[in-house]
Each structure stands twice: as structure tokens, then as C-alpha cells.
């Protein structure tokens, strides 16, 4: 899905990225939904043959685009843990809500 905006047109709604610490197997991937109102369900496909497990699973969600945190309400957007999703075959879905970040901790081997 995309997201349309003003200056650039549609664009992903998803943004992903990850990285791996090969010296201790351990890596992460960070998911952001820029959709303003769906969630989006996505796999995660590791293709190195090697096993892996999600660790954990964090996501920080919102229904306003322009909610923050201040000193006078501190909670307003926190990162909730979430049941970290079954890798199988070297795949995982998950379900990014909109307007998101999630963080997925992974073991390697």
C-alpha cells in the first residue's frame, strides 16, 4: 500500500530496515507504518537458511499523527511489547498497525 503525499506523490506506507550483530547472532528489524488509518500485514522472510528466533516484539502506535509525549501526560504514545510472531521456514507475519514503529529482536543459529 501507499501513502499519498504532497511533495513526493504515493509512496510505501512501510519503511523497513534491519541489522545483525554476526559475532553474537543477534539482529533486529525496524518496521514503520505511515498509513494514517490501515494496518498493514507483512512478512519477514530470512533467506540465509540459518535459523532464527524473534526474541521480542515492541510497538509504539497512535491514532493522532500529531501526538507526543509531554511532562504533564507522559503516556500518551508508549511502546507496548507484543507476543512475538512464529518464524517457520525461515518466515514470520506480522500485523503493523498504522501510524507505528515496531521493533522485532532476533537470535541467529
Known sequence: PEVETKEYGGVPSLD????????????AVFIVNRGLTDAVLTDLE?????????????QLAGSNPKAL???EQPNTLTAKQIDAPR????????????????AI???VG
Not at 16 to 22: I, L, Q, T
Not at 90 to 101: C, D, E, R, Y
Open 16 to 27: 523497513v530496515s534491519a541489522s545483525y550483530d554476526e559475532e553474537n547472532g543477534k539482529g
Open 46 to 58: 530470512w533467506q540465509d537458511g540459518k535459523s532464527v528466533e524473534i526474541t521480542e516484539a515492541w
Open 69 to 71: 509525549n509531554t511532562w
Open 87 to 102: 518464524v517457520e521456514g525461515g518466515k514470520a507475519t506480522i500485523s503493523v498497525p498504522p501510524l507505528s514503529f515496531t
Open 105 to 107: 529482536l532476533t537470535k
